[in-house]
């Protein structure tokens, strides 16, 4: 079954290191997508690519940025965490105007 | 604004009763819509989805919602739950005949389902 995959799931890390959180996905699908998701609220778009090379911000600003070097993967890299940024961040794609694939999300924490 | 409601955060139901979930969306052009369910300490799964046809359409585990236009809703029901139910519900929208093509989610209901 074609699936999409996050890493890691979980993430402490102290305040201004760099890190990147990993998102792939086997389904061949152009669009994907970062969410920001505290507990218990709602998801906020803060990235989405419609295919290689292209990137967009979302609707929620944020400090991190993304990359699409290949129709597969989509990198999150935040530069320099800080403990504003501990959060869910959950990667989906889709295709054409169908429903969207959830990974298991990287539960961040920045200390 | 938010461009998708749901008024209920938090539901409690005992296991057999029926479920009510209630969804609004404010865009006036078209518009797919997806119920999303997130077990605990799992991913979000798709319940099921509308883009055109039956305004009542059918999902996974007993879940229907039905699209009414006329009210911008999108509710989602379920006869009879079960304590297996208990997760997060999220409505969410992709509005098509625009260039953005990311879903926008509401906040969300914590349905919890006792035995």
């Known amino acids: 079954e074609a699936d999409i995959y996050q890493t890691p799931r979980y993430l402490v890390i102290g305040t201004g290191k760099k890190i990147t959180l990993e998102c792939s996905q086997t389904?061949?699908?152009?669009?994907m997508y970062w969410y920001q998701q505290d507990p218990g609220m709602e998801l906020h778009l803060i990235h989405y690519?419609?295919?290689?090379?292209?990137?967009e911000k979302g609707d929620l600003s944020s400090e991190s940025t993304v990359s699409r070097i290949r129709t597969e993967h989509f990198p999150l890299t935040l530069e320099s965490a800080r403990p504003s940024h501990t959060s869910q961040y959950l990667c989906a794609s889709s295709g054409g105007m169908a429903e969207a694939f959830f990974g298991q999300g990287t539960r961040l924490t920045v200390v | 604004a938010q461009s998708v409601s749901q008024h209920n955060h938090h539901v409690i139901l005992s296991e057999a009763a029926s479920l009510e979930l209630g969804c609004n969306y404010s865009y006036g052009g078209t518009v797919n819509l997806f119920w999303y369910v997130q077990y605990p300490g799992q991913h979000l799964q798709l319940l099921l989805k509308y883009f055109s046809g039956d305004p009542l359409v059918k999902g996974i585990k007993g879940f229907e919602a039905e699209f009414i236009k006329s009210k911008f809703s999108f509710n989602l029901r379920k006869p009879s739950v079960q304590w297996s139910d208990t997760a997060e519900y999220f409505c969410?929208?992709?509005?098509?005949?625009?260039?953005?093509?990311?879903?926008?989610f509401g906040s969300g209901t914590r349905l919890q389902v006792q035995p």
């Open positions: 690519s419609y295919g290689v090379n292209s990137t």
């Open positions: 969410a929208e992709l509005r098509r005949d625009t260039g953005r093509r990311a879903l926008t």
């Open positions: 389904m061949g699908h152009d669009k």
